[in-house]
Every structure is written in C-alpha cells, then in structure tokens.
C-alpha cells in the first residue's frame, strides 16, 4: 500500500496549550507518490478570545470563530480525515502540542499511525546553507507555489506539502546508491530529522539495514 502522509497546520491564540492557548483553526493536505492527493480545513470555536494582534497576523477574528463549529466537532472530522496516516508540520514541536491538547479535550483516543516529522528539521539537514529555516524563507529558497495568506492554515498546510514533496525528492537524488529502491517514507525522514548533518548518509545507511532486516526477519 503507498504511503498517504498528512501534513497539517494550526493557527492558535498564540500562546502554548500548556499556557492556556487554544486552536483557532485546522488544515491537512494529503501527500502521497510526491502529489497531494486530498485536502481539508476549518475553523474552530473554542470560546477562546483572540487577541488583537493575533486578529491581525492570521484574519481570524472573534466574529468569525462565533459562527466556526465546535472544537470537537473539528477535531473528530480532522481525526477522521487523517486516520492512519503519519504527519508532517512545518516547525511539528508547536503542533504536535496542539494536536494532542485538542485532540484530548475532544476525548479522542490516540491513533498509533498519527507521529510527527518536521520539515524545519529536515530542511536544516538538507540545505545548512539556507539563511532561514522559516516557512516563509523556505518558499523563497526553492521557490514553491503559495497561494492564500500567509499564517492561514491551508496556504501554510499547502507550501509545507510542497515542501515536504521537495524533500522527498533531495533526499531520493542526493542518497539514490543507498537507498536502494528504500521508499522515503515518513519512517525513513523521522530518522534523518534526529541525524546530525555530519552523520545524514551514516543514518540513512543504517536506517535502510534496520528496515531490510526487519523485513527479512518476518519473510
């Protein structure tokens, strides 16, 4: 079965769940084969207040979210759009804390496939060189397609897909020898995401053996 990667995005109040902030809005893009295949996005009622300058970083405002469904309700429909598939964020130590404080007060149980990478990790393996790691500085270096506004959560879900779909793509030419027709998959990125740059081909070497290995064992 091909592997389907969600790449998600949250806009928030700003503040960290642990702090009291709370999601404002949610988007997944689906990638698979290095194509998005699907996407899904809304906006959620918390009863949480967004504060002035918030209001103008993302356009969401308190009048928009008083019509916006219920938080669980989102989190239930997002869990559902997203089962089985591993994800992806763009900076994953903010989400991830939002997709677990959320997804808790929905009182949903947690899906074993739903692990994060993130794309500032791998982008700082692959291109050291890069003045930022940022989304924004990230779309200018490869010049990736964006559309929408900025700090919504679709376009920033959308140029992270295209981000992601780069990476794969880097890591598949740069490392072809040792990959060995080893899919890039969300397993193999997840273990170059924690690989010091020095040691990226030693860690991709090791992770393919471990892979074929496992494979074997189970033949």
């Given amino acids: ?3 389907t990667i969600a790449v998600v995005d949250f806009e928030t109040t700003g503040l960290g769940p642990t702090s009291g902030g709370r999601a404002t809005e949610i988007a997944a893009v689906l990638v698979r ?5 699907d996407a899904w996005s809304s906006l959620m009622n918390s009863g949480a207040w967004v504060p002035p ?4 970083l993302t356009g969401i405002s308190n009048e928009m979210l ?3 469904p219920p938080s669980a309700q989102v989190m239930q429909e997002l869990a ?5 598939c591993p994800l992806i964020a763009h900076n994953a130590a903010f989400d991830r804390g939002f ?3 959320e997804m808790a007060r929905a009182g949903l149980a947690a899906d074993p496939a739903h692990q994060f990478a993130c794309t500032v990790l791998l982008s700082r393996r692959l291109w050291p060189e890069a003045r930022s790691h940022g989304l924004g500085a990230m779309t200018q270096f490869h010049g990736l397609r964006f559309s929408g506004r900025a700090h919504r959560a679709m ?12 990476v794969q793509a880097e890591v598949g030419q740069r490392f072809a020898m040792d990959l060995g027709g080893h899919a890039v998959d969300h397993a193999l990125l997840a273990t170059l995401q924690r690989t010091p740059l020095r040691h990226l081909r030693r860690g991709l070497v090791e ?3 471990a892979r074929g290995a496992a494979h074997t064992a189970r033949c």
């Fill in 1 to 3: 079965m091909k592997e």
């Fill in 33 to 37: 084969e290095g194509e998005v295949v």
């Fill in 53 to 56: 300058q918030i209001q103008a």
């Fill in 66 to 68: 008083a019509d916006a």
């Fill in 80 to 84: 559902r759009f997203t089962a089985g």
């Fill in 99 to 101: 997709w677990q404080a």
């Fill in 155 to 166: 376009a920033d879900a959308r140029v992270t897909a295209e981000l992601l779909i780069k």
């Fill in 207 to 209: 992770h393919v053996q």
